[in-house]
């Protein structure tokens, strides 16, 4: 855009947040921009600094977040980009309370002024409609251009944020956030953060199974199993520490949870390999110990509350949420299992994936998924064909395809 046209946008965005704060008339912005305002009505459009949480708590919580490790081995990526476009680069907690930031010369102050520093909340009841907030709740890309802010202060701001997940579990930790000056904006500004997101979630520690410092294990009682891409299992809230097939037992269990008899366990475990029966009866065995007794005979059955990432991408699913059933879907089932019956879990489950991808081919959802399935070019080339030719996620996902040929 020319910076005339950058002009008049700001012009249009000033009088129908003009027209919104004074009469509630709201014709002329976007849909995702009227619904937060809506949502912002709580704040006064005049509130001049963002609340600040307590500086000692925010940084224990930082010390601790597994977003810190992550940011600590890609931060001269991050700290580059911040230099080079003079923005302020800002990370959050799924509440989006600042946790990090770095700025450029210009930008850093004007950040502090409005409390754009770690321990601000930038949340909609808070400070009003950024794209932060817009990025955290709706859990995709958001860019916020000038008066399209609700608090005045920030009208001089143009803002891209893109939602960070865990890879393993799909769950929200927070979101990364550009910003600078409105009269800076570049059409691959929201691309720009999404890459970052990316960069950060490649960076989390391989060795966990939180979302965010302080309730990382399961809060619930019972049993909770990663099995998609990684396989971990807790036991309120304590990790346990399981052979490959106790992990594939109770992957079993969990998915039959009206039991299965010592004959179909082993059918479905072992298929028609020579395995005896005594040995399934010593793995579960263990597994009974290791699960203080949690595991009733005949049949097998799990005695206590379970929940898995499997059932939940196929909940996803059927609720025809096809963005977050790709978050939650961390891979393959159990990777390198020998189990016929998990091995046809896992090409059920990634079919209907891959399918539902197909029949909806949402921006995001189909760059995630490229990279947990970067040969499967049909599910790129169907989205591509199926979005705007100005999208900005286009030229990645034509870089992906471009990659592979």
Not at 344 to 368: C, F, I, K, N, T
Request: proline letters at 6%; glycine letters at 6%; one cysteine or more.
């Amino acid at each position: 855009m020319t910076s005339d046209d950058l002009h008049a946008r700001r012009v249009d965005a000033v009088r129908a947040w003009t027209r919104f704060v004074e009469a509630g008339d709201a014709d002329a912005v976007r849909p995702e921009i009227l619904r937060s305002w809506e949502l912002s009505g709580v704040v006064s459009p005049g509130v001049a600094q963002a609340p600040l949480d307590d500086e000692s708590d925010t940084a224990d919580f930082w010390a601790a977040s597994p977003l810190q490790t992550a940011v600590s081995r890609v931060q001269d990526e991050l700290r580059r980009t911040a230099e080079d476009g003079d923005l302020v680069v800002a990370v959050t907690d799924d509440e989006t309370r600042i946790l990090w930031t770095y700025g450029g010369r210009v930008m850093r102050r004007k950040a502090e002024s409005v409390n754009f520093v770690p321990g601000g909340r930038w949340d909609e009841q808070s400070v009003g409609t950024n794209a932060l907030a817009i990025a955290g709740r709706t859990g995709a890309p958001s860019m916020v251009f000038s008066a399209e802010h609700y608090a005045e202060v920030v009208h001089n701001w143009v803002c891209w944020a893109a939602p960070v997940f865990d890879p393993v579990t799909g769950r929200s930790l927070g979101v990364i956030d550009l910003s600078t000056t409105w009269d800076r904006t570049h059409p691959i500004g929201l691309a720009t953060a999404r890459v970052m997101a990316r960069l950060i979630e490649s960076a989390l520690p391989a060795d966990r199974r939180t979302t965010l410092a302080g309730d990382a294990p399961p809060t619930e009682p019972g049993l909770t199993l990663t099995l998609l891409g990684t396989a971990q299992v807790w036991l309120d809230g304590q990790r346990l520490l399981l052979n490959r097939r106790q992990t594939e037992i109770l992957a079993l269990l969990a998915l039959h949870p009206s039991g299965l008899s010592v004959e179909h366990l082993h059918a479905l475990l072992y298929g028609d390999a020579s395995v005896t029966t005594s040995t399934l009866k010593a793995e579960v065995s263990h597994l009974r110990a290791a699960l203080a007794g949690q595991l009733s005979s005949r049949p097998y059955r799990l005695t206590m509350p379970v929940s898995t990432d499997v059932e939940e991408v196929q909940r996803l699913l059927r609720r025809g949420d096809v963005r977050a059933a790709v978050r939650a879907y961390g891979g393959d089932l159990l990777p390198g299992t020998d189990s016929p019956a998990l091995v046809q879990m896992g090409d059920y489950l990634a079919v209907s994936v891959r399918e539902a991808l197909l029949a909806h081919p949402d921006a995001d959802a189909v760059l995630r998924y490229s990279e947990l399935a970067p040969y499967d070019t049909a599910v790129v080339e169907a989205c591509l064909a199926a979005l705007p030719v100005h999208h900005p996620v286009a030229p990645l996902l034509k870089g992906r395809l471009a990659s592979l040929r």
